[in-house]
């Protein structure tokens, strides 16, 4: 029996001493991928601080974009107020020249009239016949009417009914 105990007490040192080596080993890889882990930590957390440095990076970066965006913004607005500003001004000059124009006009046809009306019928008709029906319309349209009776009568017949036509419209 003192040998069955014997063996039951070596059976079961051996076992313990065996369970003893795998829970060191155990320790030993816990401890090994322990600093394993506190190296891939330490990494994840330099990577963390790296983002965090790049997202502030790249918020001041996009806030300077948008400042000087709203100022061009503003340039370019204050330039639209400003070719505004001189299209209407460009505008009333062209009224006013347009309106000088007229007025230009008129008092060059009043003298061409008064020209005309100082004229024999005989020259008047000749000179008018050789011009551009449209403006010789035009001249005749701007004499009294008992001179332009005169002036179409010495014209020829033709070019007479034409002007006619034309001071009718």
């Known amino acids: 029996m003192k040998i069955i105990i014997l063996l039951i007490f070596l059976y079961t040192s051996s076992f313990s ?3 003893s080596d795998r829970l060191f080993d155990c320790t030993a890889i816990f401890k090994e991928r322990k600093s ?3 190296v891939e930590l330490e990494r994840i957390d330099e990577q963390k601080q790296a983002l965090n440095s790049l997202k502030i990076a790249t918020e001041e970066l996009l806030k300077k974009k948008e400042s000087r965006l709203n100022q061009k913004e503003e340039e370019v607005d204050a330039k639209l107020q400003e070719i505004s500003q001189k299209e209407n001004s460009v505008k009333n000059m062209l009224k006013k020249n347009e309106t000088l124009l007229k007025e230009i006009k008129s008092q060059k046809m009043d003298k061409i009239a008064q020209t005309f009306a100082k004229m024999k019928p005989a020259s ?3 000179i008018l016949s050789d011009m ?3 403006k010789a319309a035009s001249i005749l ?7 332009v009776g005169k002036i179409l009568t010495k014209m020829e017949p033709k070019k007479a009914s034409e002007l006619t036509l034309l001071l009718s419209n």
């Open 36 to 38: 394993e882990l506190l």
């Open 141 to 147: 349209g701007s004499l009294k009417p008992k001179i």
């Open 132 to 134: 551009d029906t449209q």
């Open 17 to 19: 001493l065996e369970t």
């Open 124 to 126: 008047a008709a000749n």
